[in-house]
């Protein structure tokens, strides 16, 4: 019954007066047999609303094409792609001839922000789309590599948390691992390779050339003045998108790994307001870039912000590949990442034994396995409860004596209540031992020195602001997070930068007019996703209020 819903969902048939509604956003095209209306790997394609006739959508990932469903009348093309302008997954061919009614890529996203009686369908539907063709085994890319290579993490963590399909070979799991990269020539020390969807070869390639080759659209529009230039996509940039676009602001988020920042790492929130049952931090991700989407907002991923600067009365992000970025205000949500353990020899284990995020893709290298979560704060406890599910035992490790000290009231009663969580206070890692990944660590306890086997340590020990870009540009603390509003010494306001200007800067504004700061990488931000997406939504008003004395 479950997948006959889903069906239901993904592939509704539209009323005839539905329809007839979305006419006025498109033209009527005759079909013949075998017309491709659209190819795997194509982007800007229309949009199609089966008039008469039939439209088979296949997919060729495994090789061959094999048939994922068939449109009839009423029935309509896409999925998320079509709003995310990402590269198109599957090809649409004509199997019965008769009529379409085609609609851009730009006349679809009208329809999804005006035409509230059928948006909601659209959205829905190539939200399930895409998961029931996961679900069909949709291989996508083929990425190989050892579980314990940093570098193969890498590729796996960047490709999982954009939503971006790819079937992992494991080196010492996989037989096929070893046919494919003989069949390319490549010896297992050569390894992580990516092998893409044309038969290409990447050896190791950057995120960037693996975003491109995974269909990912990662070109910024640098010919184009925006309204407003968001950099960093967590929920303060996606809350500040969704309403500065859905308010007719140019709207443009620049973010260097994945839209959704350490949010969209968490496996479960259950504190957001309106989500009695909790919700995971990549279905929020998803569900808030779609919604800035639907309203116009653009995304560029993946792209660094390598510096800041005015010309002309405007703002210029610099990006690490030399392009620039303008705009008549800039939103400073870049967020900010865990610290790191103070042990030697911890950059040889990251990504392999050492993670700073517990998602699926880490959770799976460690089933049944020995592990250990570093942390008292609520995202330590979130990871985990959610690898108390898959390891042997958790061990649940901070440096002070009160688990309740800075963890909500909930984390705190699930942890005690699981029976493979073990929570030792007052105890730090002072050793990661290992050849090629990490085997074990020392700890020092209260009773002393301890050695423990763990295969892997989970690490959530506070967090270090990404603002190097915005060294001398901007008023930073003392611990490199952005000052705003009242906090800006009054020294500085006297500065050339404010002269002329007869107001205090906005409350989330920063040391420079016109640029502003939410979410994490602000200085005495409150370190919660709800608060985050409302400083987001509130930049915004203070935005409106600087262009319209600008």
């Known amino acids: 019954m479950t997948r006959e819903r889903d069906d239901q969902i993904a592939f509704p048939t539209l009323e005839p007066d539905l329809v007839d509604r979305l006419r006025e956003f498109g033209e009527v095209r005759r079909t013949e047999k075998d017309q491709v209306l659209f190819s795997e790997g194509d982007r800007g394609f229309d949009f199609f609303v089966v008039l ?6 296949l997919e060729t990932a495994s090789g061959s094409p094999n048939r994922v469903t068939v449109h009839g009348p009423g029935e309509f093309t896409g999925d998320v792609d079509m709003l995310t302008g990402r590269a198109a997954l599957v090809t649409a061919r004509v199997e019965e001839p008769g009529e379409v009614l085609a609609i851009s890529a730009e006349g679809l996203r009208t329809i999804v922000g005006q035409v509230s009686e059928v948006s909601e369908t659209l959205l829905q539907a190539f939200l399930m789309r895409r ?5 069909q085994g949709y291989e996508g890319l083929k990425i190989i590599g050892s579980r314990f290579s940093p570098e193969a993490h890498r590729l796996r963590d960047f490709a999982t948390r954009n939503a971006l399909p790819f079937t ?22 050569e390894t992580p390779v990516v092998i893409g969807r044309g038969g290409e070869l990447l050896r ?6 693996l975003g491109k080759a995974m269909g990912l659209d990662a070109q910024a529009d640098t010919d184009e003045l925006f309204d407003l230039v968001v950099v960093g996509g967590g929920p303060a940039g996606l809350g500040a998108a969704v309403y500065a676009a859905s308010e007719g602001l140019r709207t443009l988020v620049v973010e260097a790994v994945a839209v959704g920042g350490q949010a969209g790492t968490s496996t479960r929130i259950e504190n ?3 989500f009695p049952a909790g919700i995971s931090g990549a279905e929020l991700t998803q569900n808030a870039m779609l919604q800035a989407q639907k309203f116009g907002a653009s995304m560029s991923v993946p792209h660094q912000a390598a510096r800041l600067r005015l010309e002309g009365g405007y703002r210029v992000v610099e990006l690490e590949d030399g392009s620039e970025i303008m705009g008549r205000c800039v939103l400073v949500s870049s967020g900010a990442e865990y610290r790191q353990l103070g042990v030697p020899d ?29 942390g008292g704060g609520n995202s330590a406890g979130q990871a985990a409860v959610y690898l108390s599910g898959l390891a042997r035992t958790v061990h649940l490790i901070l440096r002070g004596d009160d688990l309740g000290k800075s963890m909500s009231r909930y984390l705190v009663d699930r942890i005690q209540r699981s029976e493979n969580i073990r929570v030792r206070t007052q105890t730090e890692v002072r050793a990661l031992h ?5 085997e074990a660590v020392d700890l020092e306890t209260p009773e002393g020195q301890e050695r423990l086997d763990l295969k892997a340590v989970f690490v959530f020990i506070g967090a270090e602001p ?5 060294d001398g540009c901007v008023k930073l603390d003392r611990k490199g997070f952005v000052m705003t509003g009242p906090q800006i010494p009054r020294s500085t306001l006297r500065g050339a930068a404010w002269s002329g200007i007869r107001r205090s800067p906005f409350l989330l504004e920063t040391s420079l007019p016109g640029v502003f700061a939410a979410g994490d990488v602000r200085s005495g931000s409150i370190k919660r996703v709800s608060s985050a997406v409302g400083e987001g939504a509130m930049a915004v008003t203070f935005i409106h209020q600087h262009l319209g004395t600008a």
């Open 346 to 374: 911890l950059e040889r284990f990251e990504g392999a034994g050492v993670y700073y995020a517990a998602t699926e893709n880490e959770a799976r290298l460690c089933t049944d396995d020995d592990l250990a979560v570093v």
């Open 131 to 135: 998961t029931l063709l996961l679900d």
């Open 272 to 274: 957001y307001l309106g």
């Open 434 to 438: 290992g050849d090629e990944h990490l």
């Open 204 to 209: 190791n390639p950057s995120l960037a050339e």
């Open 168 to 189: 992992w070979l494991d080196l010492e799991r996989e037989p096929a691992a070893d046919e494919l990269l003989d069949h390319f020539g490549v010896r297992p020390e």
């Open 466 to 470: 990404h603002t190097d870009w915005l």
């Open 52 to 57: 008469d006739g039939a439209v088979e959508i």
